[in-house]
Structure formats: structure tokens, C-alpha cells
């Protein structure tokens, strides 16, 4: 690689910049012949954005007397790339079976409809009895598995696939054993 310009980008591999005037297939050729491996920098473009309003970029959902909510964090997590890095390889986002161990899953939310392929509860004689009240457990269930690209609500960061409703938190919460 004398006198080409190149940067590194990890160890064992670096990025070799095509010389002006250079062809980049028989620059690769060249490299090639040299005895490395040559491959594209391709250059990718996003395929799955959700139509969720939640989803960053879209309008967000309305809050009542708060304005509105977008789901921040699936771009700190980087649902948007992983999901169309998928679509990218010819898949359909599905995730293998998640399990939400929280308080009560409601099965029949919009959002939830059709995603939650089973349910239990492991609540302690002293766990205050099954927690409907808060919404704790649909709220968590919508973050993992909503309905993905319905547009309605949020969307789930495993776009598809089953969940397993696990309630382990009751009223009055729930013990390490609950959750063991």
C-alpha cells in the first residue's frame, strides 16, 4: 500500500482511497493481486422507518395537557439502524419470544393485540395480589413488542414477533424469589 492514501479503521483493516485518475474495480484488482482482500465502501441508506407517530422524526403522540411523546431511545439504541439492516439482508424484523416480567400485561391493548402469545403470573402470597391499576407491565410490554409500523402509538423495538407475558410484580411489588 505505498503511496496510497489509507486510514485504519480497526485492527487488520483499513480503508484505501482510490488514486485520482484510478479506476476503483481495477484498483481493486490491483489490491487484489497484491494479496489483500478488497471490498466496497458501500454507502446505505435507511429502508425501515416506521409510520408510528412515537417513532423519532414522525409527529409524536399526543399527551393529554403535555404536548407530546417520541420514543427517544430507539434511536439511542439504534432500533432504526438495526431494523433496517435486516430489511436491508431481505429479513422482516421478528424477534425470537421476549418475555416481559412486570407487573399484569394487558393482552387486549391496541398496541399489544395479537403479540402476546402467553401469560403467568409468580406472585408471592405477599405481593398485594395482581397490579391492574398502573399500567406498569402494558406500558413496558408497548416499549418491547407494540405493534410495529400500524400507525398508531409507539413502536416496539423488536418490530414483531411473540410475547410472554410474565407477571412477577404485584401491588406491593415483588421479591427477588417472585422474579427467580
Given at each position: 500500500l505505498s503511496g496510497v492514501v489509507t486510514q485504519a479503521v480497526t485492527?487488520?483493516?483499513?480503508?484505501?482511497?482510490?488514486?485520482?485518475?484510478?479506476?476503483?474495480?481495477?484498483?481493486?484488482?490491483?489490491?487484489?493481486q497484491a494479496g489483500l482482500r478488497a471490498q466496497p465502501d458501500f454507502l446505505y441508506a435507511p429502508l425501515a422507518n416506521p409510520n408510528d407517530p412515537g417513532v423519532p422524526g414522525n409527529a409524536g403522540v399526543p399527551i393529554s395537557g403535555a404536548g407530546t411523546f417520541t420514543q427517544s431511545y430507539l434511536t439511542r439504541v439504534r432500533a432504526?439502524?438495526?431494523?433496517?439492516?435486516?430489511?436491508?439482508?431481505?429479513?422482516?424484523?421478528?424477534?425470537?419470544?421476549?418475555?416481559?416480567?412486570?407487573?399484569?400485561?394487558?393482552?387486549?391493548?391496541?398496541d399489544l393485540t395479537g403479540r402476546v402469545a402467553g401469560s403467568a403470573s409468580f406472585l408471592s402470597p405477599d405481593s398485594g395480589g395482581s397490579d391492574t391499576s398502573t399500567g406498569h407491565g402494558t406500558a413496558s410490554a408497548g416499549l418491547v413488542g407494540a405493534a410495529t409500523n400500524n400507525g398508531r402509538g409507539v413502536a416496539g423495538v423488536t418490530w414483531s414477533g411473540p410475547l410472554l407475558a410474565v407477571e412477577v410484580l404485584g401491588a406491593a411489588g415483588g421479591s427477588t424469589s417472585d422474579l427467580a
Amino acid at each position: 500500500l505505498s503511496g496510497v492514501v489509507t486510514q485504519a479503521v480497526t485492527d487488520g483493516v483499513r480503508l484505501a482511497f482510490t488514486p485520482a485518475g484510478t479506476d476503483d474495480r481495477a484498483f481493486a484488482v490491483t489490491l487484489q493481486q497484491a494479496g489483500l482482500r478488497a471490498q466496497p465502501d458501500f454507502l446505505y441508506a435507511p429502508l425501515a422507518n416506521p409510520n408510528d407517530p412515537g417513532v423519532p422524526g414522525n409527529a409524536g403522540v399526543p399527551i393529554s395537557g403535555a404536548g407530546t411523546f417520541t420514543q427517544s431511545y430507539l434511536t439511542r439504541v439504534r432500533a432504526p439502524q438495526a431494523w433496517t439492516f435486516l430489511q436491508g439482508c431481505g429479513k422482516t424484523p421478528v424477534a425470537a419470544k421476549t418475555a416481559i416480567l412486570d407487573s399484569k400485561v394487558e393482552a387486549g391493548h391496541p398496541d399489544l393485540t395479537g403479540r402476546v402469545a402467553g401469560s403467568a403470573s409468580f406472585l408471592s402470597p405477599d405481593s398485594g395480589g395482581s397490579d391492574t391499576s398502573t399500567g406498569h407491565g402494558t406500558a413496558s410490554a408497548g416499549l418491547v413488542g407494540a405493534a410495529t409500523n400500524n400507525g398508531r402509538g409507539v413502536a416496539g423495538v423488536t418490530w414483531s414477533g411473540p410475547l410472554l407475558a410474565v407477571e412477577v410484580l404485584g401491588a406491593a411489588g415483588g421479591s427477588t424469589s417472585d422474579l427467580a
